[in-house]
């Protein structure tokens, strides 16, 4: 028998969304088991897509006849004739892929209108003015849709028409100006196309069709899927149903209603409609909807039928609805429902409501929001009341959300005197563009903008993981000037002092000092978390450097550090005086001298964050970067480096000179360091165990067994050998207090080569945490810093469909790291592994975490909240 890839409504169910689609799916089971007022359709499937693009983009003599088969079932249900001129069956044809893509091709409605059937279909009606607009309509969709000729040549000609007439509303015009309109469209399109417009109602639907299938393919549908991941194979259905007219005159009308607030959660149906229009007028913006609520009045019947149809919705899906429907000459019509789009907000609020309320449990409730959006709500925001007041003066990048105000201030050593440390402001940055000497203003201030860079500029990927507000590549900015202090944007002046404020999350800029409410897990918020932290199997450590990070991380539930890249804290005060100090050595005597002044430094910060996390785990990494990140790059630095070291200008630029390296990223760095200088990991090691003595010392309670994580290992003897400068300091230093505390030594995984000979390594480490930064690098052997060069060309031709370093690659990276995992427990039973890429704050990079057996995953301090829902929805859908 042939394979079926057409199927009526009647013969679907939501249970079928992989082949129907979201739209077909739905639509099926309102017909099918919901018995609904639901115009007559058939849906093509997913699988007649994929089929299209097999076929080198055509159908299959199997499908068309199916479709054929299936009009022929329409005409007769519906009792009309497909170009019938005396009273033709109109159709529309819907894209709908499963998940709901707005990048996808728009809906073509009044299918099988022509020059003939236009005028049997105003008779038939009684009504031209309504048969010649549903005419233009559809000239002016498909033309837009399917032929890709401009929407905007259509939309001046409307506007001319009525400017002609003085009219200021596409209802006011007359049959005459409708059918005026005919003629200009059909004449757009033949100047674009050369050809005049199909009035074969076959080739119309056959056109459309293929147009649907075509467009999950364009640009903008391929882009929506890599931010949704969303994957290419899964193809889009097409739906062609029956119309029904909204635009038949006042008893007639279209809209859309939700069964709670999107915004808020709050229960109660929430919609609008217009009387007089079709499709997307209620959206367009043409004329100003009304709420539902007025529908009562204007028609009681409709009004009550709706509310129960949709209430019956909303309980039959345990879900809240979003639908569309359409009411002709008094009967109302469905046309869609789906389970709505919401904020963050708004998720929180129902899934905790439908539990209450006995229509979901637990479980479900947790997979009901979406781990990501989450982000939404940690990050401070502006007041309602405040925001709308307030003045914009200018938008840029929404480089990392919250919401911020302050004092402008440009330089770091500003932000840092004025900010709440010191005078106590709240202080924003504004930069041309920021470095890596700007860390401890940019950690000052509440705010961040910059004139240049994009969204993975210098001060976005750093405002991120301290999940501080930023906005960048603001290039409206003129006159920044440090020296003078000022800056000019929308033609104000702003000096040093002055107001400004920053909406990370939209990018907007506004004049003055608007009020912002600070972000906290509390109610409803806290009772997802509690349910997602019931049902979850991996624990959520944090990537933290300062005790700043690792306390919020804290709050927001961090079960531990995961990753502490000690480097960072390098860069506070005077400490890279000691460090460059230490880098510039030429004797290990020298060496050591510069490295004794450092570890008090790291002693008090590590202490601070075994402080904060209560006596859970702390994973220190040694010493990493390449050394030449930190040398001093002005002359002034340089001659005061010389001064303390007794060496000259000269020498210094030569050590300076000499640490320069062709390809820094896989030079002299990682564990490679403490093999050339094992003082440093003597001294590391030296301020990891004071500090945990001491800690332990101060809280008996706790159970203190610091982790010190060697990072960059590609061999075994190479662990080895580092790891006996760990034990022989760390040993001494614990025997000398008298204590019998344990630590562990583990490594980093993040070389092809170390999860190659994991099961060698492991003979060394008792942990494994899978740095997925340099491994994805290094497995795909092209930099995260230069694959923006090319990764767009490769998403354009469909060679990825992701950027890796956003989302893990599980086929390559994963295998690695599956491989790694049984290879090393297959050594150490109990060898605990993690992960600690920018991949264990992504969802669906926690997925593969949980499924290949990971026992925690780490990530920024404002991602926390996010992989602990992750993580249960992993382990729920684990579960199913
Ligand atoms: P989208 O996926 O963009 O929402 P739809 O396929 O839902 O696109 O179509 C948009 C709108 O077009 C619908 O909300 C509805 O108002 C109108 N529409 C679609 N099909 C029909 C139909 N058969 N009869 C009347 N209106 C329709
Ligand atoms: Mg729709
Ligand atoms: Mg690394």
Redesign the pocket.
Known sequence: MAKKWVYKFEEGGADMRNLLGG?GCNLAEMTHYLHMPI?H?FTITTEACTEYYNNGKGLTKEITDQIEENLKWLEEVNGKKFGDPDDPLL??V???ARA?MPGMM??I?NLGLNDVAVEGFAKKTGNPRFAYDSYRRFIQMYSDVVMEVSKSLFEKEIDDVKAKKGIKYDVEMDVDDLKELVKRFKKIYKDALGKDFPQDPQDQLMGAILAVFRSWDNPRAIVYRRMNDIPGDWGTAV?V??????NKGNTSG?G?AFTRDPATGEKGIFGEYLLNA???DVVAGVRTPQPISTLEQAMPDVYKQFMELATGLENHFHDMQDM?F?IEEGKLWF??TRNGKRTAQAAIKIACDLVDEGQIDEKTAVTRIEAKSLDQLLHPVFDPAALKAAKKIGSALPASPGAAAGKVVFTAEDAKEQGIGGKGDRVILVRLETSPEDIEGMNAAQGILTVRGGMTSHAAVVARGMGTCCVSGCSDITNIDEEKKEFTLAGITFHEGDYISLDGSTGNIYQGDVATKEASVAGDFARVMGWADKYRRLKVRTNADTPRDAKKARELGAQGIGLCRTEHMFFNGNRIDAFREMICSDTVEERKKALAKIEPYQEDDFKQLYEAMEGDPVTIRFLDPPLHEFVPQTEEDIEKLAKTQGKTVQQIKDIIAGLKEFNPMMGHRGCRLAVTYPEIAEMQTTAVIKAALAVQKAHPDWNMVPEIMIPLVCEEKELKFVKKTVTDTADKLIAEAGSDMKYEVGTMIEIPRAALTADEIAKDAQFFCFGTNDLTQMTFGFSRDDAGKFLDSYYENKIFESDPFARLDTDGVGKLMKFAVDNGKKVRSDLHCGICGEHGGDPSSIEFCDEIGLDYVSCSPFRVPIARLAAAQAAINHEN
């Open positions: 739209k115009p359709g159709v529309s819907r894209s709908g709901s728009d809906t409605l739906n149903q029956t119309m029904v007219f909204g279209t859309v079709q499709g997307e569309e359409t046309l869609q």
